[in-house]
């Protein structure tokens, strides 16, 4: 056990969100809404009660991508830790960080560890630092409570250490292809040549599975899907109606990728105060709140060294429903 005046010195949380605009996001949050279909970007889910409910998700029976992901990085971390050699631990997305766990088991046998989690949830990034903390001897801390962008805009650089940015759980999966164009742009500027760039990404597989995944017979997804909409009224002074709504989550395999809707049950108006703005609602009508691309590993690898990360080794379990790819940046 570590007492709690070394643990304060191990610890930094920084507060990026704190210097979010609400007017500009708001303005962001509205277009979405004025689209067809309606758009809500899924970065809502996740307040206190939205990253409770997905840890939930990871433990669904029908949810593999979890424990798929955790069993390749529980397998394999020791051999990515060996190909990079000590390096700094910037993960986007962090969540709980508790995959992440095999990977500073793995990253311990170097001495003194930098971890580096960014999450918009500060509730979730509070209690991982707090119990990674108390789990690792020789660990430092530095959470940043922000967006990706903000995040890579407040690392240091240059770097001393090698770089490796971590982005597990197929979060990849939620932005659109042009989406994943800016966040690769964006994140690439703060890799020097010679880093790393792991990405744990959810492969293309039957219908079936993939909608069991997100439509589980318990309804947590679905209350992880409605939970946005508390969220937003809190957020934004909203009077959605949760009980006005419905979970539906289907795979377009056109596409190849799941999508989540709420479903509007009856005609309605729903007013932002905070925005002074009331948007329309038609009964029938769909809201997207999150897309969940399924990926061909050959066509990822080479999309990604048209972003400048060239695959060093790619890693994956015997029913290949995963996949997890080391690149370094060129
Ligand atoms: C699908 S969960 C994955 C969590 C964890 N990496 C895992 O594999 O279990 C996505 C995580 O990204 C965070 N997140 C979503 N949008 C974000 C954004 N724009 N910037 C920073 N974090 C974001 C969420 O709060 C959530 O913890």
Redesign the pocket.
């Known amino acids: 056990m570590i007492a709690s005046a070394t643990l304060a010195q191990q610890l930094q949380l920084v507060y990026l969100l704190e210097k979010e605009d609400l007017a500009e996001t708001g303005k962001q949050f509205l277009a979405g809404l004025r689209q067809t279909p309606k758009t809500i970007?899924?970065?809502y889910?996740?307040d206190a009660v939205?990253?409770d409910l997905?840890e939930k998700i990871?433990d669904l029976p029908e949810y593999y991508?979890?424990r798929t992901?955790a069993s390749i990085l529980k397998q394999f971390a020791p051999e990515i830790a060996a190909i990079t050699g000590n390096a700094e631990l910037i993960?986007?997305?962090?969540?709980?960080?508790?995959?992440?766990r095999f990977l500073l088991d793995a990253y311990q046998t170097f001495g003194q560890l930098d971890y580096v989690p960014?999450?918009?949830?500060a509730s979730?990034v509070e209690l991982a630092a707090a119990s990674l903390l108390k789990e690792y001897q020789n660990l430092t801390v530095t959470g940043l409570i922000?967006?990706?962008?903000?995040?890579i805009a407040h690392l240091p650089d240059p770097h001393d250490l090698p770089r490796m940015l971590i982005?597990?759980?197929?979060?990849l999966g939620?932005f659109s292809p042009s989406e994943c164009d800016q966040f690769f742009a964006h994140t690439r500027r703060s890799l020097r040549m010679g880093d790393y760039f792991l990405l744990?990404v959810d492969r293309h597989k039957s219908t079936e599975i993939l909608e069991a995944a997100y439509n589980d017979r318990q309804g947590i997804t679905a209350a992880f899907n409605l939970n946005m909409l508390t969220h937003l009224n809190q957020r934004y002074g909203g009077n959605f109606d949760v009980k006005n709504f419905a979970h539906r989550a289907i795979y377009n395999t056109e596409k190849c990728q799941i999508e989540m809707y709420l479903d509007c049950k009856k005609s309605q108006s729903v007013h932002f105060a905070a925005l002074d703005t009331t948007i329309e609602f038609a009964a029938g009508e769909s809201i997207l709140t999150e897309i969940s691309r399924k990926f061909h590993v050959d066509q990822l690898q080479t999309y990604l060294v048209q972003q400048g990360l060239k695959t060093v080794k790619m890693w994956g379990d015997r029913q290949d429903y995963f996949g997890l790819v080391l690149t370094q940046a060129i």
Do not use: H, M, W
């Open positions: 970007s899924p970065r889910f996740y939205g990253s997905f990871c991508p979890t992901e993960e986007l997305g962090s969540g709980s960080s508790t995959k992440t960014v999450d918009v949830s979730i922000g967006t990706y962008e903000q995040a982005f597990l759980g197929s979060t939620n744990g």
